[in-house]
C-alpha cells in the first residue's frame, strides 16, 4: 500500500522535527511505484544535513 500524498511529520530521536513531502513515482512498465521523500521546508533541509554529517551515524534506508 502506498502512503497517501502530503507532509509526513516525524519525530526524530535527535530532537529534529521533520517534514517530508511524500511524492510517488509510478513506473508504468512495470506497474511498481517508487516514494520518495523531499525536505517540505528548509528548516527541515537543514535538519537532514544536520543529520548526515553527524560522525557517529549516518542516513540509511529502514525496510
Request: glycine content about 6%.
Amino acid at each position: 500500500m502506498v502512503p497517501r500524498r502530503g507532509v509526513l511529520r516525524i519525530d526524530h530521536p535527535s530532537g529534529h522535527q521533520l517534514r517530508l513531502l511524500r511524492e510517488t513515482l509510478e513506473l508504468a512498465s512495470d506497474g511498481q511505484q517508487l516514494l520518495v521523500l523531499l525536505p517540505a521546508d528548509e528548516e527541515t533541509a537543514r535538519s537532514v544535513d544536520r543529520l548526515r554529517s553527524r560522525p557517529s551515524g549516518r542516513l540509511r534506508a529502514l525496510p
